[in-house]
């Protein structure tokens, strides 16, 4: 009764207050708008520095190349090859441009080139699927026909003809995503596990110390050659590309110690009052690790997974080069070695795009880990 | 026989330094029914006598018997309310609760824990924050949360270490009283761990001071013999609880007075002087 007349009370107070509140909250929605307009103002100032800063460089850059090269000339071949290599440099040329850092502008129009390459290579796959249409038509009713044979195994199965062209560049980048998800997948499946476990006991705890320890610093490089030689012998008499296995594993492995050492922390270091909670409330083992141990180390799980996403975002272009696997990291090492006049353009293109993926990455993993845990982080 | 007896109980810490006596030779006994408060300065050894009491520490030498039987770890039968509420910050008050009575009556089903929850929950007026998680309520309130979540278990007794030592003057005031009005309903065996002579006067039948720590003994009982209910507001007229208060005030003080003249021992300083002094 006592709370049906307060309550009734509140909700009366409320309607006189009405308009009062409304005009206080469009008040405060205003403020919050010119407090974010001005956050996004302070954004755009910021990257219109430093593009400009970018531009100048580049062009400081620039010049200081050209005018080697016209001195150049002037000196081996006398002033009408100067005046040649000046007049080719001014003409913008490609053939004989100085090979330097990139403007924003060149590398702006790198990526435009790469959009449209996208759209060539697209129209290229469809023109290549038509044509091939008839022939692998041809060999699925072979297949179809010979089914029976094929299963006993005294006819072999033909390959439908597929596209062998070019990947586009969002292909590459594609791979390169999945490289990185399967990678941290596996760190996940590998590391929370293994971190709980050793959070859990002090003797484990110490006797994994010294692998931790050791394996911790070992460089992706490294990694790359140890998964290589174990998979190269698993893989031995099997011809298909174990690119991609290869470098999501290393991959993987290199980023995982992050989230192993967090969680194992963030286990050990459970506050003693939840876990005297557990003791009293008398929670079986099962129960005290789910329902207070795991609950109260996710903020710490989680960044270890954030920092272990971005460890093997950062990896994969020394991993994906060496593996050969087709993604932003093989990408940037056959650009860097095309030498063309748009490759270092390019390969800037590559590092922001890498740059901006990884950003939405760990915003992800934020958005995720604000809606698991019970305290909210502000990401950095 | 005594509901809960401790028969001359020690509790060392093992320390790289050296061993401290925390505890030495505590003799305890509460009848059931009974509701006793222990006094004594911070740092004198209250929360270790708590939690040797439910079980979290094992004494050692000495013995613990609750119902005649040694403690042997913790069990539902000993509710404990911690000193800093303890709560899970991840669930809410509702399911902080739950998880308790899940515990204490496992072969129950949901229906009957939730409206079990629901009633303790509803005891200590916090069913409009039932949704609520512990971060979003007041200091008052989540002490209300955690002596819920004791009771939800129906313990044969509660242990209360310090419960109202972080809230202020008011709230402390309306949560004694709860804490009485529930204790009064089905009287249960208390035991209330406190710094404040006022509080144990107020509530409880027998006060016992702990002799502060290293070494920490109790000294000499008070029996409080204030007929309930007590008129906080009269009590401060009451003749008896005068007497009793400035008894309880003159011991602690001169325990007080004991440790400060103990820590005068003078200290016999090395003869140094700096090496290359020049005058």
Redesign the interface.
């Known amino acids: 009764m006592g709370q049906d007349i307060t309550l009734k009370e509140k909700s009366q107070r409320t309607s006189i207050l009405k308009p009062v509140i409304s005009k206080i909250t469009t008040v405060f929605k205003q403020e919050k708008m010119f407090e974010s307009l001005k956050k996004l103002g302070i954004t755009v100032l910021s990257i219109t520095l430093f593009i400009g800063l970018w531009h100048l460089g580049s062009k400081a850059l620039y010049n200081k190349e050209a005018n080697f090269t016209i001195a150049k000339a002037l000196e081996d071949q006398g002033q009408a090859a100067a005046d040649a290599v000046q007049a080719c440099i001014a003409s913008g040329d490609s053939s004989c441009q100085p090979n330097t850092l990139p403007s924003p502008s060149q590398v702006w129009t790198s990526l435009l080139a790469l959009i449209d390459d996208y759209y060539i290579i697209k129209q290229d796959k469809i023109d290549d699927a038509i044509e091939n249409a008839p022939l692998n038509a041809e060999i699925r009713q072979f297949n179809i026909d010979n089914a029976a044979q094929i299963a006993a195994g005294d006819i072999e199965a033909r390959q439908e003809i597929e596209y062998t062209g070019r990947s586009s560049f969002l292909d590459i980048v594609v791979t390169s995503i999945k490289t990185v998800f399967a990678g941290f997948l596996l760190a996940l499946f590998i590391a929370v596990p293994i971190g709980i476990i050793i959070g859990l006991s002090p003797s484990l705890r110490n006797a994994f110390n010294w692998f931790i320890q050791i394996f911790k610093p070992v460089s992706p490089v490294v990694w790359y050659l140890l998964v290589f030689m174990i998979v190269k012998t698993l893989y031995i008499g099997n011809s298909s590309d174990n690119s991609f296995v290869i470098s999501f594993i290393s991959v993987g492995l290199c980023a995982m110690w992050a989230t192993l050492v967090n969680t194992a922390m963030g286990v050990a270091s459970v506050d003693q009052?939840?876990i005297?909670?557990a003791?009293?409330?008398?929670?079986g083992t099962f129960q005290k690790i789910f329902?207070?141990i795991l609950?109260?180390s996710?903020p710490l799980i989680f960044t270890g997974l954030r920092i272990t996403l971005s460890v093997a975002w950062m990896v994969l272009i020394a991993i994906e080069l060496l593996a050969q696997s087709k993604g932003l990291g093989l990408f940037v090492w056959e650009e860097f070695n095309n030498g063309a006049n748009d490759s270092n353009a390019k390969i800037l293109v590559a590092m922001f795009v890498i740059g901006i993926i990884g950003f939405l990455l760990d915003r992800l993993m934020l958005t995720v880990q604000n809606a698991v845990?019970?305290?909210k982080v502000e990401g950095v | 026989m005594a509901y809960l007896e401790l028969n001359n109980v020690c509790k060392t810490y093992d320390t790289d330094v050296d061993n401290t006596e925390v505890l030495s030779n505590i003799n305890l006994s509460i009848e059931e029914g009974e509701f006793v408060a222990i006094v004594g300065f911070t740092g004198s050894g209250k929360t270790t006598l708590v939690n040797l009491i439910n079980g979290l520490l094992k004494p050692t030498s000495g013995e613990v018997l609750f119902k005649g039987v040694p403690v042997q770890g913790t069990s539902h039968e000993r509710g404990v309310v911690f000193q800093n509420y303890s709560l899970l910050p991840w669930l809410s008050v509702g399911q902080n609760v739950l998880m308790a009575v899940k515990e204490a009556f496992p072969n129950r089903g949901k229906a009957v824990w939730k409206r079990k929850a629901a009633h303790y929950i509803d005891m200590v007026g916090l069913t409009p924050a039932i949704n609520k998680l512990p971060k979003e309520l007041s200091g008052g309130m989540r002490q209300r949360v955690a002596v819920a979540r004791a009771l939800s278990m129906k313990p044969d007794m509660i242990i209360m270490d310090e419960p109202l030592g972080a809230l202020d003057a008011l709230t402390r005031g309306t949560l004694q009283d709860q804490i009485l009005n529930i204790w009064g309903k089905d009287k249960r065996t208390a035991l209330l761990i406190t710094n404040d002579v006022d509080e144990g006067i107020y509530m409880a039948d027998r006060i016992i001071p702990l002799r502060p720590g290293p070494n920490a003994t109790l000294g000499p009982e008070f029996k409080i013999e204030i007929e309930r209910p007590r008129d906080k507001t009269a009590l401060n007229d009451n003749p008896t609880f005068k007497k009793i208060r400035n008894e309880i005030i003159e011991y602690l003080m001169d325990i007080g007075d004991e440790r400060k003249s103990v820590s005068l021992t003078e200290y016999i300083l090395p003869d140094v002087s700096p090496k290359h002094y020049v005058a």
Not at chain 1, 279 to 283: D, F, G, P, T
């Open positions: 009052d939840y005297n909670v003791k009293v409330l008398k929670l329902k207070v609950p109260s996710l845990s019970f305290n």
